[in-house]
């Protein structure tokens, strides 16, 4: 079992950062690539980036994020964080950690984060 706990959402403005991070805990979160996705009204929950603990291999899917958006693993915290630079308004969504097998879709991902809400003001 892995439990998975996100917290540093709230309400910034535009051009503004965030850092979020996903503690993990449980006897085998360490087999799983974590992921951060991200679902705003109406759409689609979408893979943001991932990586794997050792920190060697990361990948990032949204090209709305890239450049901005920075994945890293902490592995003597047992924690991963998304750093989020230059926010715009479209990045407000309810932001989501989870472990699975590394796959783009969110099927893929076998446990969740309850969730973190990000607010992006104009």
């Known amino acids: 079992q892995v439990q998975l706990v996100e917290s540093g959402g709230g309400l910034v403005q535009a051009g503004g950062s965030l850092r979020l991070s996903c503690a993990a805990s449980?006897?085998?979160?360490?087999?799983?690539?974590l992921g951060w996705f991200r679902q705003a009204p109406g759409k689609e929950r979408e893979l943001l980036a991932y990586i794997n603990w050792s920190g060697s291999s990361s990948a990032y899917f949204t090209d709305s994020v890239k450049g901005r958006f920075t994945i890293s693993a902490d592995n003597a915290k047992n924690t991963v964080v998304l750093q989020m630079n230059s926010l715009k308004p479209e990045d407000t969504a309810v932001y989501f950690c989870?472990?699975?097998?590394?796959?783009?879709?969110?099927?893929?991902?076998?446990?969740w984060g309850q969730g973190t809400q990000v607010t992006v003001s104009s």
């Open positions: 989870a472990a699975g097998t590394g796959g783009r879709n969110p099927w893929e991902y076998e446990y």
């Open positions: 449980g006897r085998t979160f360490r087999r799983y690539i």
